[in-house]
T-cell receptor, first 107, second 113 residues
């Protein structure tokens, strides 16, 4: 049983394009996290949200609790955005993790 | 502020050998956890702890042991390494009782031959 589904699995974009990564989950959550992992690198937390929308620079995360869906948007994508993006619903007792979306931004 | 420190970064073991992966955090987080990351799969929880003296099993605990004698440290022990334990291991920590981001270590790439 897959509690978290991310789409797409892989994404290639030209520099400057608008990117959307989707996450659907089946568990009840207290928060949802978006994580970023660069190739061969560690994992960093980008966003933690429990409702609405958050924005950090060119990154925007939205969540619809009723529909159990979250999206991560990247505006004006740049090659340094190339990474794996992981959706992680947090039930308050446990974190679940999607398999990640691998993003490559071509100059 | 060091955050979560994980050592070693790389390790090669022969089948049957034992080793300990170290994890330390300096943020006074109650919650600490170990995950393994394999190609095509999400992070899978091995063991976790919500405070000193308290540990519990996650999704894939077999072949691994943990202890939590202090708030800061949460070592992961492989008692008798198997090729199926070849993976990238991450330690992570956060606060308990409030919504809090997970802070990850830089990972350990383990190969068992």
């Amino acid at each position: 049983k897959n509690e978290v589904e991310q789409s797409p699995q892989n994404l290639t974009a030209q520099e400057g394009e608008f990117i959307t990564i989707n996450c659907s989950y089946s568990v009840g959550i207290s928060a949802l996290h978006w994580l970023q992992q660069h190739p061969g690198g560690g994992i960093v937390s980008l966003f933690m949200l429990s409702s609405g929308k958050k924005k950090h620079g060119r990154l925007i995360a939205t969540i619809n609790i009723q529909e159990k869906h979250s999206s991560l948007h990247i505006t004006a994508s740049h090659p340094r955005d190339s990474a794996v993006y992981i959706c992680a619903p947090d039930t308050g007792n446990q974190f679940y993790f999607g398999t990640g979306t691998s993003l490559t931004v071509i100059p | 502020n060091a955050g979560v420190t994980q050592t070693p970064k790389f390790q090669v073991l022969k089948t049957g050998q034992s080793m300990t992966l170290q994890c330390a955090q300096d943020m006074n987080h109650e919650y600490m956890s170990w995950y393994r990351q394999d190609p095509g799969m999400g992070l899978r929880l091995i063991h976790y702890s919500v405070g000193a003296g308290i540990t519990d099993q996650g999704e894939v605990p077999n072949g691994y042991n943990v202890s939590r004698s202090t708030t800061e440290d949460f070592p992961l022990r492989l008692l008798s390494a198997a090729p199926s334990q070849t993976s990238v291991y991450f330690c992570a920590s956060s606060y308990v009782g409030e919504r809090s981001p997970l802070h990850f270590g830089n990972g350990t790439r383990l190969t068992v031959t």
